[in-house]
């Protein structure tokens, strides 16, 4: 599964330089079955037109005289950091989740403009939660019973925090939470 390749619209592009969805889109990408491939430049959230020379525009760094490098982050503006931050740490939980590894998938249709799924194995879990709301919105975890099971707590791998999963989830505005459960 791909956001983007060598003959599309970069991803960031496709989601219109809106930042927040772009990472709603990573989230998705990086937690659905398979392989994901990541098209050079993805990470730094690099953008282009339908041209596909813009396309295919060098990857900052690695060249003599290159005063943007993605390799050793120098020149690299906040967005671009901030980008390059998001992919490492989901891409380093990633390389140890058993269940996005090996697990099956149970999702739940969209509600209240926020898509729930998770990705499981008899022992472990995953509790995706992708949502477009301009605000801030209250999930009743009940819904998601089936999934959830007995559980009553998750860390969200984005944030670091810790979340009940007994009663009620906030899901931040614009966002994607990632949660281990527990």
Wanted: net charge neutral; glycine share 8%; charged share 25%.
């Amino acid at each position: 599964i791909l956001p983007d390749n060598h003959d599309m619209k970069r991803f960031y592009s496709q989601m219109n330089e809106d930042y927040s969805l772009f990472k709603l889109g990573i989230a998705y990408y990086l937690t659905m079955r398979g392989i994901p491939q990541i098209y050079y430049g993805t990470e730094i959230a690099m953008s282009s037109t339908d041209d596909h020379g813009n396309i295919r525009t060098d990857f900052p760094g690695g060249w003599a005289g290159d005063k943007v490098s993605a390799i050793t982050g120098e020149g690299l503006n906040d967005l671009q950091v901030e980008s390059q931050k998001y992919f490492k740490n989901v891409l380093n939980w990633r390389k140890t989740s058993d269940a996005i590894h090996n697990g099956k998938i149970l999702h739940y249709h969209p509600q209240k403009g926020i898509y729930v799924y998770f990705r499981y194995t008899d022992i472990k879990k995953v509790m995706v939660v992708l949502s477009k709301n301009e605000e801030a919105i209250t999930l009743d975890l009940d819904w998601y019973k089936e999934g959830l099971g007995n559980s009553k707590s998750g860390k969200d791998i984005i944030s670091g925090k810790t979340f009940s999963l007994e009663k009620q989830l906030i899901v931040p505005a614009k966002s994607p939470m990632i949660i281990e459960v527990e």
